[in-house]
Every structure is written in C-alpha cells, then in structure tokens.
C-alpha cells in the first residue's frame, strides 16, 4: 500500500526546520562552503531527504531571502496601514525597518550584509523562476517605500515626486547604517546613548518630508 500523504503542516515544518538550519550554517561557513551534506547532518536527515524538500542549496538559499523579505514587506504594510497620514506611514516604516534589522539580526545579515549570489547570478539557469520570485518580493519593500513618498510629495511641495526612488535608497543606506553598526555593536561602544541616538537620527531623517500641514 502507497505511504499516507503527510499532512502539509508537518511538510512546511519540516521546510521550516531546514531553512532555519541552512541560515546558520551560511552565517557560520559562508555560502561557498554549505553543502547539502553538511545541512543534513545538522538535521539528522539523510541528503537525499532533504532533496524532497528542496533542489540544491540555491533553492535553499533563496527560500531563506524570500522568507525574510516576505516578513519585512508584512511588517511594512502593517506600518502603512496603521496611518493615514503619509508622514507618519513613512516614520513607522522607518521604524519597522531598524527593529526587524536588530531583532532579525541573521536574517538582515544574509539578506543585505553577505556576498551572496544575486538574481543576476542564476539568470538563463534552471533556478532563475525561484530567484525571480525572490527579487520581487524584495522589491515590495521599496516599492511601498516609494509609494509613501510619492503619497507626501503630493502634499509637499519640497518632495519632488520624481525623486521617489533616490529617496528610498537614501534613506535606506542610512538605515542601513544604523542597523549594521548596531547589529557588529560599534554603535554601542561609541554611543552611551543607543536608543536615543536611533531615535534622534529617525527624527532628522523623517524631518525633510514634514511640512507645516503634515
């Protein structure tokens, strides 16, 4: 008789389970040096197991950036939804991005910190439909990004509509800046004050997109 299909809960534990093991594997190793191999004895599966799951470490390596793009843009809708008023939307999104960088601390450094394979890479490869989907769903971050400035620039007249994308990748290396030097803790050994200095520098970064009528 044909084995009982398992029930898809357990199947996306499982994943769940490997995808979380292959990210410390990654941050420990590198990516040029994870072998599947090396990932099943970490789970205690067998290699030709962990095949049933997923292709090859590309896959895998993927499955962990869309994984964590996917959680960031979630949290950045919530923070767009949770304001009306554009100016707001846009500090709470601010905000959203440094605590899931500190809190998400491994995630953040594959996603943006490590020399890992890009979409580029796996183009005319039999994985470029995976890492597609990867791409897209990291471009959600910065498309609602630009959305919301787009959204104030047509309240300030300051905000030039156009400049939306340099706006968005501004105010991301700063952020970005933030979050590294706070994550390697050289923030922390030249700021007494880290909190109020993240603080002070969301406020400055927000104030350039603040007018008098928002």
Do not use: C
Not at 134 to 156: C, H, M, P, Q
């Amino acid at each position: 008789m044909p084995k009982p299909a398992r029930k898809a809960e357990v199947v996306q534990e499982t994943k769940d389970k490997i995808l979380d093991e292959a990210l410390n594997i990654i941050l420990e190793e590198g990516f040029n040096d994870f072998s599947m191999r090396k990932l099943a004895s970490r789970v205690g599966m067998t290699a030709a197991n962990i095949y049933n799951y997923y292709t090859n470490k590309d896959e895998l390596y993927l499955g962990i950036q869309t994984e964590g793009f996917a959680l960031l843009y979630e949290l950045f809708l919530k923070a767009y939804r949770s304001f009306g008023n554009p100016v707001l939307r846009l500090k709470a999104m601010m905000e959203v991005y440094i605590k899931f960088g500190i809190e998400n601390a491994n995630y953040y450094d594959i996603m943006f910190n490590r020399n890992t394979p890009k979409y580029a890479d796996y183009v005319g490869t039999s994985i470029e439909p995976v890492a597609r989907f990867e791409k897209e769903t990291a471009l959600k971050v910065a498309d609602i990004t630009s959305r919301v400035i787009k959204e104030i620039a047509s309240l300030n007249k300051r905000i030039k509509e156009k400049d939306a994308e340099h706006l968005t990748l501004k105010l991301w290396t700063a952020l970005h800046g933030i979050v590294t030097l706070h994550n390697s803790r050289v923030l922390q050994e030249v700021s007494e004050d880290t909190r109020g200095f993240i603080d002070r520098m969301v406020d400055e970064l927000i104030s350039p997109f603040r007018d008098e009528t928002l």
